[in-house]
C-alpha cells in the first residue's frame, strides 16, 4: 500500500501564504497522478490542485488558479501546494491524495489518501 503524509498547514492571516508538503512511501509506482482536495465545514469535499507524475501537466479548480502551485519532486517522493493570496474562504482540511490514469479534477477516483491537514486563514 501507499501511504501520504501531509504537513504545513496552520493558521494564517488573509493574504498571507502556506506551503503543504505531503511525503509518500510504501509502494508507490511509476506514472503516478499526485493532488490535493480540501473539504471545509459544512461543504462536500472539493477538488483543489493535480499534477502528472514528470510534474510537468499540472491541473487546478477555478477557485485557486493563480493563488496556488503544486509541484512534485518525484526523487523526494513528496508533493508540494503553495498556497499565495488566502482567503477564508479556503478555509478547510486539505487532503494529499495519489491515482492511476488521467488527471481529471474529480474527488471520487483517488486511491490513497493521507489524514489531512488543517489550513484556517482568518480576516
Known amino acids: 500500500q501507499v501511504q501520504l503524509v501531509e504537513s504545513g498547514g496552520g493558521l494564517v492571516q488573509a493574504g498571507g501564504s502556506l506551503r503543504l508538503s505531503c511525503a509518500a512511501s510504501g509502494r508507490t509506482f511509476s506514472g503516478v497522478v499526485m493532488g490535493w482536495l480540501r473539504q471545509a465545514p459544512g461543504k462536500e469535499r472539493e477538488f483543489v490542485s493535480a499534477?502528472?507524475?514528470?510534474?510537468?501537466?499540472?491541473s487546478y479548480s477555478d477557485s485557486v488558479k493563480g493563488r496556488f502551485t503544486i509541484s512534485r519532486d518525484s526523487a523526494k517522493k513528496t508533493v508540494y501546494l503553495e498556497m499565495n493570496s488566502l482567503k477564508p474562504e479556503d478555509t478547510a482540511v486539505y487532503y494529499c491524495a495519489s491515482k492511476r490514469g488521467l488527471i481529471r479534477p474529480t474527488t471520487d477516483e483517488w486511491e490513497y489518501w493521507g489524514q489531512g491537514t488543517q489550513v484556517t486563514v482568518s480576516s
Open positions: 499534477v502528472s507524475w514528470s510534474g510537468i501537466l499540472k
